[in-house]
């Protein structure tokens, strides 16, 4: 086990009212307030509005790093109440590079997975990243409203052969509303959508040969018929959810939540006259109830959350190419990506005076996913337990000082995992492909724990600003930070 990461943050806070108490406030409840025992509520944007008591806003630089690459970052965050209004957003700017993107020529793998560019040679990928997000929330009666809206895109490129130039756009959008029932409980509703595209052209400038891409189609099978073929694809998705709620405006009592979403997506050969080779389908089903108890002095919160989902993916079949164009004859549904989870959560927190503070979190969970290949028949099966304890302090000292201590601990412990593969080593080209598949199993199947703590003191200056410095210690990475705070 390894523990590299040391990250020093510089912050300046600044509060609108006298002293240092109401910016030391607001950056405790931010890190150790009770509504971190909750989190699909706040996909309303009309609940969204009650996330928080305290308005914070904040500008800073970071720059992260470790043995996966290195990435620095600009940004800002708000978010801000006045009077029945609450106002959020934020806007970023990351500028990084992956130093090691193995067989996966395609961004946001996580999003479009299985059908992705690859190729057996790889190398350090370089990434730009923008986003832009803003939303509202009001009320007025018994009504309650909210809105938002976000944008980002990412570019990826290298400059060395092969040479993929990614492009990716996704415009997200939320609207709800709620209605209060009785005693300060809102029931609500909200709908979002978000539009997902990718585009992605390879290019080869060396004059001593190419290497062959391939499009891979889960669990190291690729789509032979275009395998060194097709360099420029693109992805087209759209998302459809909604989301229901009962939470208490006071932010104490019983809360409950459920979102459902479906996301969409094909996978699109450019260079075959924008030919639809594969597409998939997600759904998933997510839901949380608990309770929350805030008080002056103590407060605690407990949840019970579930979620289920289903990635079924299907490759089309197509006839001779006539004038340029490949008739399509049938599709036949080869991948299949099943996943169920439950857990527990709770926390507790005590307040000591104007701005010091105690907060202790325990997380426990259960998770199975099975991930199947119809011909030739592979499947992998993962089933697992995890925990997380953690807890984290701030306190307010004399002559305008406040400091803050956390500490972390989670393990990952699997059962009952299985990996079957079939019809390996028939392709050559393959064989790395198929390694990968096993090695990613075998760290699924391995048990580990990790830990992480970090320290930081805060100092007033000129009464209405705070000078901010941490350090960090995380698994593998390290980041250094300079935020304004106000």
């Known amino acids: 086990m390894r523990y590299g990461a040391l990250v020093i943050a510089l912050s300046l806070g600044c509060a609108a009212a006298q002293a240092v108490l109401p910016v030391a406030e607001a950056i405790g409840e931010e890190r150790l307030g009770l509504w971190h025992v909750a989190a699909l509520p706040w996909q309303n944007p009309a609940v969204n509005q009650w996330r928080m008591s305290a308005g914070l806003t904040r500008v800073g630089a970071a720059y992260a790093a470790g043995d996966k690459g290195h990435q620095w970052s600009l940004g800002a965050d708000t978010y801000t109440r006045y009077k029945t209004s609450t106002l959020w957003g934020s806007a970023s700017y990351s500028n990084g590079k992956d130093d090691n993107a193995v067989w996966c020529e395609t961004a946001d793998y996580d999003i479009v997975y299985p059908y992705i560019l690859a190729d057996s040679v790889g190398g350090a990928l370089s990434r730009e990243r923008y986003s832009f997000a803003g939303g509202y929330a009001d009320r007025r009666g018994r009504w309650a409203w909210g809105a938002r809206l976000s944008y980002a895109a990412t570019l990826e490129y290298r400059a060395v052969d092969p040479r993929p130039k990614?492009?990716?756009?996704?415009?997200?959008?939320?609207?709800?509303?709620?209605y209060e029932f009785?005693?300060?409980?809102?029931?609500g509703a909200s709908l979002n959508f978000c539009k997902y595209k990718q585009s992605n052209d390879i290019d080869f400038k060396s004059e001593m040969g190419v290497d062959k891409i391939f499009h891979l189609t889960g669990m190291g099978t690729h789509y032979r018929r275009f395998a060194g073929a097709g360099l420029s694809t693109y992805y087209d998705g759209y998302r459809y959810g909604l989301t229901a709620d009962i939470y208490p405006s006071s932010g104490r009592g019983f809360f409950a939540s459920a979102d459902v979403s479906r996301f969409s997506f094909d996978n699109i050969l450019s260079d075959f006259n924008?030919?639809?080779?594969?597409s998939a389908v997600h759904k998933s089903i997510e839901a949380e109830a608990g309770w929350l108890e805030g008080g002056d002095k103590a407060y605690w919160g407990a949840t019970a959350r579930m979620s289920a989902y289903r990635r079924h993916g299907s490759e089309n079949i197509f006839g001779d190419a006539a004038a340029g164009?490949?008739?399509?004859?049938?599709?036949?549904?080869?991948?299949a990506d099943n996943g169920t989870s439950a857990g527990l959560r709770g926390m507790w927190g005590r307040r000591f005076g104007a701005a010091s503070r105690f907060a202790i979190v325990a997380d426990a969970g259960w998770n199975r996913r099975i991930t199947t290949y119809i011909e030739p028949w592979r499947q992998s099966i993962l089933n697992n337990i995890t925990a997380t304890l953690s807890a984290g302090a701030d306190v307010l000292l004399p002559r305008g000082w406040l400091a803050g201590a956390e500490a972390g601990m989670s393990a990952y412990r699997p059962f009952s995992c299985s990996l079957v593969m079939t019809g390996t080593g028939i392709d050559p080209e393959m064989r790395q492909a198929e390694d990968l598949v096993r090695?990613?199993?075998d760290y699924a199947s391995s048990g580990r724990v990790r830990a992480g703590g970090r320290l930081w003191a805060a100092r007033t200056v000129a009464g209405r600003y705070m000078l901010q410095l941490a350090a960090e210690v995380r698994h593998h990475d390290y980041e250094i930070t300079l935020n304004l705070i106000f």
Not at 274 to 278: D, E, G, N, T, Y
Not at 325 to 335: A, K, L, R, T, V
């Open 325 to 335: 164009i490949y008739p399509q004859i049938g599709s036949n549904d080869m991948y």
């Open 166 to 178: 990614n492009v990716v756009g996704c415009l997200d959008a939320a609207a709800g509303a709620a």
């Open 182 to 187: 009785g005693r300060g409980y809102y029931a």
């Open 274 to 278: 924008k030919l639809p080779m594969a």
């Open 439 to 441: 090695h990613d199993f």
